[in-house]
């Protein structure tokens, strides 16, 4: 089977349709490239292609871009670039098809990166969109759970440690200030939870929404943290669908380390 071919039989398992128009695509690579070993990650950082590499694989499934844009863009400017090209070079060095796995999985419904989360924390969805149910607990005590849980070495968080939190809505990797602000303002959640947000943006509009009584707490767990169990969990319920392809998942390292975690 080939790279294509690989590539094509999973996406006609996923239960969305294909985005001509996302960003699904091959990201380095020759299609052509015969396949037997699949490695699924959130992020294709260089630590992560090297393991990739050691476990002789030759399809890497990314949730995230390989060349640092999402639209995989701007390439040209990058040339010359020390990173980029070492990275390009370790890629084609190896013969690996690096494949770009972000839009599709988002469409699923529920969205297959925000089943992964609850799956791995031991959640439930809630009546309304985008807001897991969990058991009443104090923030500061949830928020350890999930700091360990996700295996986040930078995890953050802002409200009072004792409010007592018993729904949580979700807003995983980097969805952006507007679409942050609108689940805020909504209140159908004691908490929000985030991967990455601008501290002047959502930083600051959870701040006063605390203050204003709206809010109980703002978490934001790092991107890697909040979307690898996503991945994770596809890469489980990839595997059996697709059984002539060896599938192994690979987790990204969270990119930052908090003092209390640093070695």
Do not use: C
Not at 170 to 195: C, H, M, S, T, W
């Amino acid at each position: 089977m080939t790279a294509g071919e690989a590539i094509a039989k999973i996406q006609s398992q996923i239960p969305s349709r294909f985005r001509p128009e996302g960003v699904d695509y091959i990201l380095d690579g020759d299609p052509n490239t015969p396949v037997a070993k699949v490695a699924v990650t959130m992020m294709a950082t260089l630590d992560v292609l090297k393991r990739a590499a050691a476990a002789g694989t030759q399809l890497l499934i990314t949730h995230e871009p390989l060349y640092f844009n999402h639209f995989n863009e701007g390439l040209d400017e990058l040339a010359g670039d020390p990173v980029y090209e070492a990275k390009r070079a370790f890629v084609r060095e190896h013969g690996m098809v690096v494949w770009h796995q972000h839009d599709q999985l988002h469409d699923v419904r529920p969205d297959a990166i925000d089943a992964g989360i609850l799956w791995k924390l031991g959640w439930q969805f809630g009546s309304e969109d985008l807001v897991a149910a969990v058991p009443t607990t104090p923030l500061g005590d949830l928020v350890a759970q999930i700091a360990e849980r996700l295996n986040a070495t930078s995890l953050r968080y802002v409200g009072d440690p004792n409010a007592a939190i018993s729904s949580v809505g979700l807003n995983l990797g980097f969805r952006g200030y507007p679409e942050n602000r609108k689940l805020i303002a909504r209140q159908v959640a004691d908490a929000v939870l985030v991967g990455e947000a601008w501290e002047w943006e959502t930083g600051e509009y959870a701040v006063d929404a605390i203050e204003l009584g709206l809010l109980k707490g703002l978490i934001v767990t790092g991107h890697i943290p909040s979307e690898q169990p996503g991945m994770e969990h596809f890469a489980n319920w990839i595997a059996p669908l697709v059984p002539e392809l060896e599938f192994t998942f690979i987790a990204a390292k969270d990119h930052y380390t908090s003092l209390e975690h640093a070695e």
